[in-house]
């Protein structure tokens, strides 16, 4: 069995899946490394995965990112993002587009550096990084060293064409198609950035690899081997003709879900006292700052769904959003989303990868408010999978969330259930069975 050091960026919705991987790798025999952040070590337990402390980038996010130390300059960055989300989604993309300049390739000299060290130390045979970090990625190729790519979000991450760019959805939600000028902008700016990474990623690997290939377009540079997407392989999104293994795990939710703790137990019987569903309520580690949202969809229940319930996750806004807790809607900083999910009825979500996907798989319909990234490209998938409704969540008012939830039943519902039939086959174990057989048939020559 190889042994394989799993590399993850510092933010919880990238570390926790990445984790379940190399969790699964070292169940299946790996001997498995898992290289991130010390806020991390606890995400492996055990007769699991080793960790290895390995800071790869300047910012973090431990789980609610409002709450996560971070330099002043990455706080400011941070308030940027979030007052360019209220403008709406062009402009948050164009802001995410100009901080993608100064962060994706911060330092790529000491994670070359790092690297080398922990390869020196460990001798690995193989490495798996987040497709995101990309500066892990140059280095990896600087280094000749086999590895494989994880996915974390929406698939056209890994970018299957010459007409695709990182940071553009390959399609809109019906609810939010811009209109052809702000489409121009947002392809311009990924362009512009698509060139200049592309430049500084060639110029770093001929100064630190002279005879190896070229890296070709930042953004495109993967695994040569395999693949490993954190997604469903849903039949209308773009694919490479050829290229290496294409691993579709559907979702990265570890096998036997927790169970929910006796505090949370005791929550959803005093809400099932007054309701007769529930709905769950989370936008992520980065935008539960957006609490007028919160408080928008959480009044829309209340005041709009007699006999609903609901279940919100305010981040660093619980104390904000205090007054609207009650016999029908519980207010906290985090949830146990995945167990929450095996209780709840529907859910209200950001078009995180994570949450679509941890829907999927528990059979749960989902309201989708796109704010920002690839959200806008997972909730145009929900709609085309008939398992989610999509709204804008600047233009949404109260009184459109009744309409909204209660449209998720039925048909909706009946297809994510019939998604979760397909989708609890696959898994962080099913990818790492096929990843290990990769691995045993690529043996490249470092």
């Known amino acids: 069995m190889p042994r394989v050091i799993v590399v993850s960026p510092p ?9 379940a991987l190399a969790t699964a790798l070292a169940a299946l025999g790996a001997e498995v490394y898992f290289a991130c952040a010390p806020e991390f070590a606890d995400l492996v ?13 300047r910012n973090s996010n431990t789980g609610v990112a409002e709450a996560t130390r971070q330099p ?42 790092s690297l080398r060290a922990l390869d020196d130390q460990l001798s690995p045979d193989w490495y798996v990084t987040d497709q995101l970090s990309f500066a892990v990625t140059l280095a990896l190729h600087c280094m000749g060293a086999p590895y494989a790519t994880f996915c974390p979000g929406h698939p056209t991450y890994v970018l299957a064409s010459s007409d695709a760019y990182f940071g553009v ?36 690997a001929r100064r630190h690899a002279p005879s190896a290939p070229s890296p070709g377009r930042a953004f495109a540079l993967t695994s040569p081997h395999a693949v490993v997407y954190a997604y469903p392989d849903l039949p209308w999104l773009p694919d490479p003709a050829r290229g290496p293994a294409r691993l579709h795990a559907g979702h990265m939710v570890p096998p036997g879900v ?12 005093r809400l099932r006292r007054h309701t007769e569903r529930i709905l769950l309520v989370a936008f992520g580690t980065f935008l539960s700052a957006r ?17 609903a319930g609901v279940v919100v996750a305010a981040g660093q806004r619980s104390k904000a959003l205090a007054d609207l807790a009650g016999d029908r809607a519980v207010v906290a900083a985090t949830v146990p989303q995945q167990a929450l999910l095996q209780h709840v009825d529907a859910m209200v979500h ?34 085309r999978a008939g398992v989610g409704i999509v709204a804008d969540p600047n233009t949404l008012k109260w009184t459109d969330i009744p309409r909204a939830l209660d449209g998720l ?19 962080p174990v099913w990818a790492a069975e096929r990843l290990l057989r990769v691995m045993a048939r690529s043996v490249p020559g470092r």
């Open 72 to 113: 002043v300059s990455e706080a400011a960055r941070l308030r940027e993002f979030l007052d360019a989300t209220r403008v709406g989604a062009v402009p948050a993309l164009l802001t995410q587009a100009r901080h993608r300049r100064a962060d994706m390739l911060a330092d790529p000299e000491g994670v070359l550096q």
């Open 11 to 19: 933010f919880a919705s990238h570390a926790a899946p990445l984790a």
């Open 258 to 269: 927790p169970a929910l703790d006796v505090d949370w137990s005791q929550r959803l019987e």
């Open 350 to 383: 950001h078009g995180g990868g994570n949450s679509f996907t941890e829907c999927l798989r528990a059979g749960v319909p989902a309201l989708v408010l796109p704010f920002s990234s690839d959200q806008f490209a997972v909730a145009r998938d929900a709609e």
């Open 409 to 427: 039943r039925g048909p909706k519902r009946d297809a994510a259930l019939s998604g979760s039939v397909r989708l609890r086959s696959r898994g």
């Open 169 to 204: 959805p390959y399609d809109w939600p019906r609810a939010m198609r811009p209109d052809q000028s702000d489409a121009d902008r947002l392809l311009a700016a990924a362009r512009e950035n698509d060139a200049a990474f592309t430049s500084k990623f060639d110029a770093f």
């Open 45 to 57: 337990q055990g007769e699991g995965p080793t960790f290895v402390p390995l800071t790869v980038s």
């Open 291 to 307: 609490d007028d949202v919160l408080r928008t969809v959480v009044k829309g229940v209340v005041d709009g769904l007699p006999g």
